[in-house]
């Protein structure tokens, strides 16, 4: 099982760095854009500022969040939908390959690749801060928060981008639905928070305020765990070899 | 291990009202060259995906290399390779890592994938061009690379859904040369569905003949060729009028006379027991209403005269109960 999970990662790896066709190939370019700008513009601007990048919360925000759901939007919309598009998902469900391994493989494969991009992104951050005159490197806290929430954020992605890949008949469907799908993931919760009494704002506040970050930070993760959990639960649902085919 | 390779018992399917596979029976013993011929839409694709147990059968079942459809899916994948009706091939890999990807796949050590992928590609030519993009490849080297990746496992059964459509005539003759050669070497079962009715008669040691989902006939080629093909002579010369024509359809034995690119085909009637009509009085007869003959050939339907006789055939009894219907 490992191993096929493995062989489809091996699989989908070669075909990001492949790069060129449809879909990838210009999510390639994409990312490297994305990756430059939030990687060496902001950084350089904020400590010219005069602010510390390392000590601000934009690290984690940046790359524990929004790079793992704007890497993986192109990457994990042509999962399966681009799969089928070419028509390689046929052949490749005809192969020995269990559904899970298949599944797992392409979530392991994304999940994987946007941690890295976002590691990497922390890393040229870094190089970038420094250069520019705020020397200084990350708190602990700070590193523990990118890597776990970066894995856990693109593992949401990955998991929530199989699950609609899997019936989108095309790639720029499951790109639209994805991109819908996140603007209401960030906005709902802003607006929601808008729409309560302004007695219970200022709880939510207090709350924030007297709590341990730590606590916060584990909060956070629990949620992020249980919801990654039954998305996949729900993806492995909806993965029969039949309905793929028959569609 | 089983002398049959598929066996399948009133195999029936249903894709909400239509039945696109009705109530198949057949056997395919092992090592053969089975070919599965129909027009588009008969159910041949349906058929090898329930073969390959990715779609269930509404009724009835089947047993592939000893096991059932129905609950061994993934054993019978593991054990049988399969080129569908599209190459299934990762364009923007190379083709090296096309066929790594399936080795990998098939858990083969990397010695062997290597040393497999070198015969491969080298049997098929495409050695030198192993680190390019498939994607630039022609679409007759992209079908040489789909055979090559579903035989490249050393499957016991191997499913090829017309791997030679679309494909101008050189491709396709050389493509067909190596999918012979290679299946005969490595003494796999293949299991080839294919428009191209000379193609199956070269190549198939076993033919059953689908449409609409039913099975029309199975058997050898000659010996369907037997079964529903006529006797026929060919003459070529010159004169062939409509008097000829005319003076021949009105024997008794001829069951239709044509001319084709300057031939006249006559085909003869049969009766079961009977020695075959000779061709003499044919050719006194042309004679007589002034034709000039310079040869003379005796022969059988070809597998694609077979083919159309019983597309023909069911489709006059599949009209004739609609009409009886409607009627009342």
């Known amino acids: 099982m490992i191993e096929d999970i493995w062989t489809v990662m091996w699989k989908e790896w070669h075909e990001y760095a492949a790069g060129g066709g449809s879909g990838r190939g210009r999510g390639l370019i994409g990312v490297l854009i994305i990756i430059g700008i939030v990687s060496i513009l902001l950084p350089f601007q904020l400590v010219r500022q005069g602010n510390s990048w390392v000590d601000s919360p934009l690290p984690v925000l940046i790359d524990g969040v929004y790079l793992p759901f704007t890497i993986l939007l192109n990457v994990i919309a042509d999962s399966f939908a681009g799969e089928r598009e070419r028509h390689t998902l046929e052949t490749l469900l005809a192969s020995r390959l269990s559904e899970r391994a298949i599944l797992f493989g392409k979530v392991g494969a994304a999940t994987a690749y946007g941690l890295v991009l976002a590691l990497i992104a922390a890393a040229l951050q870094l190089v970038v801060a420094n250069l520019a005159g705020g020397f200084g490197f990350y708190p602990a806290g700070t590193i523990i928060a990118i890597v776990v929430l970066g894995l856990l954020f693109s593992l949401l992605a990955a998991s929530a981008g199989c699950l609609i890949s899997l019936r989108a008949p095309t790639t720029r469907q499951a790109q639209q639905i994805l991109g819908i799908g996140f603007m209401v993931l960030i906005f709902v919760p802003i607006i929601l928070i808008q729409l309560l009494p302004a007695s219970a704002q200022a709880q939510i506040l207090t709350w924030l305020n007297t709590t341990a970050p730590g606590t916060i930070f584990a909060l956070l993760v629990a949620g992020l765990v249980l919801l990654d959990a039954i998305l996949l639960a729900i993806a492995r649902l909806r993965f029969q070899r039949a309905q793929l085919i028959g569609s | ?328």
């Open chain 2, 1 to 328: 291990m089983s002398d049959v390779a598929i066996r399948t018992r009133h195999l029936t399917r249903d894709f909400g009202p239509v039945r696109a596979v009705d109530d198949i029976t057949f056997e395919v013993p092992a090592g053969i060259v089975f070919g599965f011929l129909g027009a588009n839409g008969a159910g041949k694709t349906t058929t090898i995906h329930l073969l390959l147990g990715l779609l269930e059968p509404t009724a009835g079942g089947a047993e592939v290399l000893g096991c059932d459809i129905r609950t061994q899916g993934r054993q019978i994948r593991e054990q049988t390779g399969a080129l569908l009706e599209f190459t299934g091939l990762y364009e923007r890999l190379t083709a090296g890592e096309n066929l790594e990807f399936y080795g990998r796949v098939w858990h083969m050590p990397a010695a062997e994938r290597q040393a497999r992928s070198q015969e491969l590609l080298t049997h098929f030519g495409l050695w030198d061009r192993r680190d390019d993009r498939v994607g630039t490849w022609s679409r007759g080297m992209k079908q040489k690379l789909a055979v090559a990746r579903a035989l490249f496992h050393h499957p016991r059964l191997v499913f090829f859904d017309e791997p030679t459509a679309g494909l101008d005539p050189v491709a396709a003759a050389s493509l067909r040369d190596d999918m012979a050669a290679l299946a005969a070497r490595e003494g796999v079962t293949v299991f080839l569905t294919t428009h191209n009715l000379p193609e199956a008669e070269r190549l198939c040691n076993l033919v059953g003949v689908i449409r609409q989902g039913k099975l029309l006939a199975l058997g050898a080629p000659d010996q369907l060729r037997a079964q529903t093909g006529s006797p026929r002579v060919e003459v070529v010369g010159e004169g062939f009028g409509e008097s000829a024509l005319a003076a021949l359809r009105a024997r008794p034995e001829v069951a239709q006379a044509a001319l084709e690119n300057g031939h006249l085909l006559i085909d003869l009637h049969t009766t079961p027991g009977a020695s075959q009509p000779k061709a003499a009085p044919l050719v006194a007869a042309l004679v007589q209403a002034g034709a000039q003959i310079e040869e003379v050939r005796r022969g059988q339907a070809s597998l694609e005269d077979v083919f159309l006789s019983l597309m023909e055939d069911d489709r006059a009894q599949t009209q004739v109960p609609a009409s009886q219907e409607a009627a009342r």
